[in-house]
């Protein structure tokens, strides 16, 4: 049956209508002339606000959604009711926890920190730090919170350490006086986690234990916990996986890793250990990494020794060049490479960076890095050799402004200035998210008309890889998982679609039931018993703590301020009034930085200046004024005059000043003597009153008879003669008293003299 249509349209009833309200005027004639309503700039303000809290709290881990498959609540959204009936189900259960504090499920990735714990103890697996993007300004890594760490640190009983890469040992020197333990790693490892702890000032020394990967130490660390290092391939030296032996079995967390057939050390990825572990005491846990999980095949079509190939052929095609390469300053491997290619070409080699010239010294300590005799020279050396002979190895493959590739190709380095000859080589991949820098940095060397070599261009240039991955692959973690074959499966180190693509990875193609699948976010717990059983119980807090490049501390709060000031700008009003009349001194001072040009602005600065002199001379026409409350008017409706004018909420910091007391008139001053004399007079009447002399002020005393001249020493005196009687008791004093006196002094009455004379 259809709509059923009236035959005669009704008429509106106008009393149901809303009545029309006006505005309410403030008497300020700007405010009043604004057009755009109050709750449209609170909605406005409330956008600005929703979207800095939204970039500056990317970093924050409370509570996140995760409704996967593999979250161990079936998919269910975690709840602290879902949580407390999962731990109720296993209450009285021995069980060890996993816990990521960082580098799960984050933008971007870093921050790698994992704690295990079995009652009272705790073992902690590596300290990063996470670079943020160009979305933080000012901050320049972020290190995990851990709060509940600090809360616990009596039950932490190590610390361990898998490789010498910053998102992994970034935040060794802030965390771990906080939470002091053994620290275990390998040899280079350690090199480097003794210089990272020189960026801290302290006296704090950690206590550092070597672990011989090659002859499969074990060490136990407490008492439920065994550890031992296993060595894998990386893109660094010493890099290790951990083999944690608890009550509830084997955990194997990989750290980072590739399985590359011709290392340049000649030290494989030890499968047969692996193998042997797997075999003989199985894997009931393995916690995998997932960097590059989402890329097909394998890591090892190349090798290093194949980009040593590579750099020997640019040796010869530019062989009357300056050779110039820039990589990453850990890859100690391809430095070394760099220098016996540079060696058998007959260059000699100035490495250039800070932080390249600090882990070249570590791996010349460790015995990591072994260059040829006389092959080394300094930048000062090296600017009086011949291009033929020259090569540079330096930072900056990221296009960091301040690295030394970058200065070089502004113009700003002290030895080296790019020319057409040079020959360029980014030994790297850009890292996702610095793509623009290093094309930037690309650009401005081959402005000078240098030749610039990056990796993936061998059909433009003919020379061969110029970088490897130093993360497995698709392919290579199936190898892993096959080998390993562990009862449960825990994806970390990665941002959460490739933790979710890992996951689907072990249940599809390695066949691990669903539900031994965790997919964990930072803080997430899970828990394993001794029964073989397993299930995610909770959560604990974590977060990130944020640092700027002078190693200070950075709130949310500034942070936000300077997201909303990078989009919106900063708007600051200075009055300067006179206390109590709130007369304006001067004409109201306005500074704007990032919202408009003043000298542009003309209009709009004399329409703020013209409400501030009406808003001050209303609030002051009162006898009491809330400064607090003033400013916070000030700072809403100058907010909206502004939003009017350009559709804009700057932060509006208003300043107030108010300057001395009222000067009083001629007359206020007379009446304000006259009444200091009325004081003082009665102040000697009532001190003669005490001394039982006549209320009359003494200036007024008829002297009963004129004393008799007395001679001091040739000078005649007037004082009078007599006896000094005590009326107030009745009998004389035993100390004479001197008459008072109210003769004017230079300095004007001195009424109060009586009581230096009492």
Request: some cysteine; charged content about 25%; overall charge neutral.
């Amino acid at each position: 049956m259809g709509q059923q249509r009236l035959g005669k349209v009704a008429e509106d009833d106008l009393s149901k209508r809303p009545a029309k309200t006006t505005r309410r005027k403030t008497g300020n004639t700007i405010l009043d002339a604004t057009t755009t309503r109050r709750g449209e700039v609170e909605r406005a303000k409330r956008r600005i606000s929703d979207n800095v809290n939204a970039q500056a709290s990317q970093h924050i881990i409370d509570g996140p959604v995760n409704r996967s498959i593999y979250n161990g609540f079936d998919g269910e959204q975690y709840t602290p009711t879902l949580a407390r009936k999962h731990r109720m189900a296993a209450k009285n259960k021995s069980a060890v926890k996993i816990i990521p504090i960082g580098g799960n499920g984050e933008m971007g990735i870093g921050k790698n920190m994992t704690a295990i714990q079995y009652e009272d103890e705790i073992i902690v697996i590596d300290m990063g730090f996470l670079f943020p993007g160009d979305d933080y300004p000012g901050v320049n890594y972020i290190v995990p919170d851990i709060t509940y760490l600090e809360e616990n640190k009596d039950k932490v009983k190590a610390v361990i350490i898998t490789h010498g890469h910053l998102d992994h040992i970034g935040a060794f020197h802030h965390l771990i006086q906080k939470i002091p333990a053994p620290v275990y790693s390998a040899r280079f490892t350690i090199g480097m986690l003794k210089k990272n702890m020189e960026e801290e000032d302290t006296d704090f020394q950690p206590d550092f234990h070597e672990v011989d990967m090659d002859n499969h130490e074990r060490i136990q660390v407490s008492d439920h916990f065994n550890v031992e290092l296993v060595r894998v391939n990386h893109s660094i030296p010493d890099s290790a996986c951990v083999v944690l032996r608890t009550p509830v079995g084997v955990i194997v967390s990989s750290g980072d890793w590739r399985d590359e057939g011709n290392p340049v050390d000649g030290k494989k990825m030890d499968w047969a250990r692996l193998t042997e572990i797997a075999t003989k005491e199985g894997v009931h846990v393995l916690i995998n990494e997932s960097t590059n999980i989402e890329q097909d095949g394998t890591a090892t079509p190349y090798g290093e020794n194949d980009i040593k190939e590579s750099f020997d052929q640019i040796m010869e095609k530019y062989d009357t060049s300056r050779v110039i390469i820039s990589c990453f300053s850990t890859q100690v491997h391809r430095m070394q490479n760099i220098v016996t290619s540079a060696a058998d070409h007959g260059r000699k080699v100035a490495f250039a960076g800070f932080s390249m010239v600090q882990n070249v010294e570590i791996g010349l300590k460790t015995g990591r890095l072994n260059i040829p005799k006389n092959t080394i020279v300094t930048m000062d050396e090296l600017v009086k050799l011949p291009d033929s002979k020259v090569c540079v190895v330096c930072t900056g493959s990221q296009g960091e402004f301040n690295a030394v590739l970058n200065r070089m190709a502004n113009g700003a380095h002290r030895h080296i200035k790019i020319k057409p000859s040079d020959v360029i080589v980014f030994a790297s991949n850009p890292i996702p998210g610095n793509e623009n820098h290093v094309a930037h940095t690309v650009d401005g060397l081959m402005r000078e008309g240098s030749d610039v070599l990056q990796n993936r261009q061998t059909a433009r240039y003919g020379i061969g890889p110029l970088h490897i991955s130093g993360h497995a692959k698709h392919d290579d973690h199936l190898k892993l998982i096959d080998a390993l074959h562990p009862t449960y499966y825990i994806p970390n180190h990665g941002e959460f679609h490739m933790l979710a693509h890992n996951a689907e990875l072990a249940e599809i193609e390695c066949g691990i039931p669903r539900d031994h699948i965790f997919l964990l976010d930072d803080g997430d717990t899970a828990e394993f018993y001794t029964d073989g059983t397993a299930q995610r119980t909770g959560r604990v807090h974590v977060g990130g703590i944020m640092y700027d490049d002078a190693g200070a501390e950075v709130s949310e709060v500034v942070l936000k301020d300077r997201i909303h000031m990078s989009t919106e700008g900063i708007f600051v009003v200075v009055l300067t009034v006179q206390k109590g009349t709130g007369k304006l001194l001067s004409s109201p001072d306005i500074i704007s930085r990032g919202f408009i040009y003043l000298r542009d602005s003309e209009e709009l600065i004399n329409a703020i200046r013209q409400y501030v002199r009406q808003k001050t001379a209303r609030v002051y026409a009162n006898r009491r004024v809330d400064l607090e409350s003033f400013k916070h008017d000030l700072r809403d409706e100058i907010t909206q005059i502004l939003y009017d004018k350009t559709k804009r909420t700057p932060i509006v910091i208003p300043v107030v000043n108010e300057i001395g007391a009222v000067r009083k008139s001629a007359k206020a001053q007379k009446e304000q003597k006259e009444q200091e004399k009325r004081e003082r007079d009665f102040a000697a009447q009532e001190m003669a009153r005490i001394r039982g002399v006549s209320a009359t002020p003494a200036a007024h005393f008829a002297p009963k008879k004129r004393p008799a001249a007395v001679s001091f020493g040739g000078r005649k005196s007037t004082a009078p003669r007599q006896d000094n009687i005590d009326t107030t008791a009745g009998r004389k004093s035993a100390t004479p008293v001197r008459p008072i006196s109210y003769r004017k002094t230079p300095d004007g009455p001195n009424p109060m003299r009586m009581w230096r004379e009492k």
